[in-house]
């Protein structure tokens, strides 16, 4: 399955401290926890020895650093996963094949990141959010959100803007001004950009301060990854060189079930983030019902399996882009 070849986001990084957190990602469950230097790592959540969940134990001091302890039998592995220590025989000293399963974590964009398998030899990179080192964007993390819908509608529903008008009437967009003019969408190694993709909205960000006019840039980044950018019109913002950038990134748990974070990039440092999480929280609640609402749950990749228009061309190269990756999961 290539999909576990890829990385993946499965818990805001700084929900991941002192205790062992477990989390799901295509269909496996995991442990997530921190060595003494800071260092995250992803299991299996499983114990060799009998099975347990290690997410129910603890990260306990030990010879050498941090480890995680097993509930059951207090079997403790040290962070490259080997166990170290069998209370029960204490002169014991297990051999190397007693090692929990260990896979490839990393922090980056404020997330955990972590790839089940790699194939030696290849790399691929965490999906690149550009505002992320950018010094004049602030960072703000919303979510999560979790979804009982495939990866790939939450994709499509991220590219779609033809219904702002109709799931986000008022907000985003209003029915007598639902018409989408034609946008670029071209073919990209990770996925697709659309560039000149426009909508009239009574309020385009938490910023708006009256209706306008906005200039839309999608990107998708990796399968289940896409950022937009947005350019209200100034004068309905009252910023000046206001910028802003959103990313979309989710865990696919389950082929039709999902965890769904928003890294928001802003070059305004004055609003609190409470008011960007709820404007963010109003957005999204009003698209969770219909998409769950969706079937089939997963993204049919025969084009003929839906109807499609040209307002539509971001999703359609989308699936074929889905399809030429050979993904699996979360599509039929």
């Known amino acids: 399955m290539i999909e576990k070849e890829l ?8 929900d991941v401290a002192g205790v062992p957190l477990a989390v799901r990602l295509l269909g496996e469950d995991l442990v997530l926890w921190r060595d003494g230097a800071g260092a995250v790592h992803a299991w299996a959540d499983r114990c060799p020895h009998r099975g347990a969940k290690l997410s129910l134990g603890r990260v306990v001091e030990g010879e050498g650093g941090k480890q995680l302890e097993c509930p059951y039998h207090g079997w403790r592995f040290e962070s490259g996963g080997r166990c170290v220590h069998v209370p029960a025989l204490p002169a014991f000293v297990p051999p190397a094949a007693n090692r929990a399963t260990t896979h490839a ?12 398998d790699a194939p030696a030899g290849s790399e691929p990179p965490v999906p690149l959010f550009a505002a992320e080192h950018d010094a004049g964007m602030r960072k703000i993390d919303c979510g999560p959100y979790d979804v009982e819908t495939s990866a ?5 529903n991220f590219l779609d803007m033809a219904h702002f008008g109709f799931v986000h009437e008022g907000w985003l967009g ?3 001004m639902a018409v989408i003019d034609d946008y670029r969408v071209e073919a990209t190694p990770s996925g697709l950009l659309a560039t000149g993709c426009k909508a009239w909205q009574p309020q385009s960000t938490v910023n708006s301060t009256a209706p306008a006019q906005v200039e839309y840039t999608y990107e998708v980044t990796a399968p289940y990854t896409a950022v937009l950018t947005k350019v209200p019109d100034a004068a309905s913002v009252g910023i000046d060189g206001y910028r802003e950038s959103i990313a979309l990134y989710i865990c696919p748990m389950e082929a039709e ?10 070059s305004d440092f004055a ?6 999480r709820a404007f963010q929280d ?3 609640l009003q698209d969770k019902p219909v998409l769950e609402s969706q079937r089939p749950k997963r993204v049919p990749l025969d084009l003929r399996a839906e109807l499609h228009t040209v307002a539509d061309k971001a999703s359609s190269l989308y699936r074929r882009h889905l399809k030429s990756r050979g993904i699996t999961f979360g599509v039929c």
């Not at 790939?152 to 499509?156: A, D, M, N, S, T």
């Open 271 to 276: 609003r609190d983030a409470d008011s960007v």
């Open 7 to 14: 990385w993946h986001p499965v818990a805001l990084a700084d």
């Open 174 to 176: 209003a029915r007598d």
């Open 257 to 266: 079930r999902s965890r769904v974070w928003f890294r928001f990039a802003t």
């Open 152 to 156: 790939p509608r939450l994709v499509e």
């Open 105 to 116: 974590a990393c922090d980056a964009s404020g997330l955990v990141w972590v790839r089940i």
């Open 282 to 284: 109003t957005i999204f």
